[in-house]
Structures are given as C-alpha cells and as structure tokens.
C-alpha cells in the first residue's frame, strides 16, 4: 500500500495552485465538509483536503460514500471561480474529464463518465464526484468539488449492489494513489485555467459520456422517467426523449440503463 504524504505528494507535483497547500487526515467524517469550513475561514483557491479514510464520506442527495481506510483516493478542492452558480456543474465536468484523463494516461485503461457525476470503468462505476457551492446572490463564493476513486480496492469490499469496479481490479495490480493524484491535479488545474479563460468544457465533457445515444430509466425527486438519453445542455443538464416525443430537461437525477434499474439503488 502506498502511503499518502504531503511531501510526496508535493514531490514532483508541477501545478501551481492545486494541491499546493494539501490538509491531510488518516480518518475524517468527510473531506467536503472540512474543505467547506476551510474555504468558509478563507482558505486559499487550490486547498486540497485528502484522507486515507472517512467515517461519514458523502455523495449526493444524502447519500454515502464507502471506502476501506487506504484504498482509495478521497480528495477536496477548494475553488473561487468567477462564475454565476448556474454555472456551478462546468467545475463537475472538468474534475470528471481530468480523472478520466488521468486514468487513461497512468494506466491505458479507457475510462468515462457517466451522467452527472460518475467515473465508470468497463460499465461500472470508479469514481464519484461532489460539487457543493456557496453563493452570493448569483455568483458562486466559493464551491468544493469533492472525488472518491476507488484505486487499489478488492470490489468485494464494497456492496454487490453498487455495482462498483476499481483500477486494480481492472488492471490486475494496484497502482501508485499518488502518482495517479498528481497526474489528475494537473489535468484539473489545466482545465481550470481553460475555464477560467471562458471555454466552457460541456462539448468535450458530452463527447466523454456513455450516456448518451442510449436508452435510459432517470430517477429523480420527481419521478422516474424512460427514454433515449439525447444530449446534455450548456449548463449540464440531460435532456432526455420521452416515448411521447416530449424532450425532459432534468438537472439533478440518476440515470440508470434499461434493465438495471432494480438493482441500483
Ligand atoms: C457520488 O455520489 O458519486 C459522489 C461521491 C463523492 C465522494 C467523495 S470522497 C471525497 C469527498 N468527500 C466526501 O464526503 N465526498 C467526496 P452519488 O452519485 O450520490 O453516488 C453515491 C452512491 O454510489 C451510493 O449511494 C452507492 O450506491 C454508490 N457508492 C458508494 N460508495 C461507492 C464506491 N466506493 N464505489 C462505487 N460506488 C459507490
């Protein structure tokens, strides 16, 4: 098992703002939250909060994220970006297309992404990431995106129902969590910098979906709904066909492929 330190992490690193100052727990109830309460103090853009371990790791909607202590990559960034909160999700797209890079480039394996949030490997799911934000009126104050990977994982570890994967799983041997960190921290801080410089990164992000062109079952608050998955909007919203011909536009929701829908939740 490789060890998370700040000092190798730093070692070799090459950004300028992420992960240039890193708070690192061995166990944390959540690393969003602290990174919220750091970045609420006035942490610096670019903070990272990392552990070896969460006792209350959260995904989206209330739910929870699992992970045995040392096996995975749990991490926070801090961001102040200059955007409308509307535009909040454009931070989820370029975190997800950066872990999907990363993977890609330490390991070959042809990782994507799976509407909203989710990183998937050979259909299943690797990764999750969280966005939270806070706002003034319109404009976001801050946002801490929040990523799990399950890197150097046993997938019997996990619930079957998850339905989960893992790099070492799919590779057959574990990887190094912080040489994959690295490479993921500067694909996000160039994708930051592009966002920042207004190229909004939802073509590249629909173009790295699996969800789209298929036919689908999406759960919301609202209800269930099936129909072909079409395309995502500006702001990532899905936009989903109804068997009616009706087009649904739905922001937030849980997109799972026909036939699989039982065994999601
Ligand atoms: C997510 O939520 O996928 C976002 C997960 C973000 C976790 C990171 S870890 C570091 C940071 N600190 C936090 O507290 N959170 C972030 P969502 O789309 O709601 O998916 C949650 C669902 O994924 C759960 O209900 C399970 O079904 C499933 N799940 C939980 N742990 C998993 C894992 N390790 N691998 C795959 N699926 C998992």
Redo the contacts with the bound molecule.
Sequence with gaps: MDILAPTTILDGLRTRLLGQHIVLYETI?????V?KTLAQQGAAEGTM???EG?T??????G?????PRGT?????LIFRPDLPIRRAQGLTMICGLAIREAIREVTGLPAQLKW???VMLRG???????TEVSSHGEDLDYAVV?????VN?PVNA??A??????ISHELGHAVSRVGLLQVALRHVEQRYSALQDGKWPVKDWAAALQTLGQRVELHTEQGIWQGLATAVDAEGALLLRLDSGQLKRVLVG?IVPQGEAKQ??
């Design positions: 109830g959540s690393t969003n939250a990174a909060v990392i552990a969460q209350a790791g959260r995904g989206r909607l739910r929870s994220w699992l992970a995975s990559l749990l991490f926070s909203p949030n989710d299943r799911k690797a990764g999750g990431i969280l929040g990523i799990g990977l399950n994982l996990l619930p129902e998850f339905r989960a994967t893992s849980d999601h939740r």
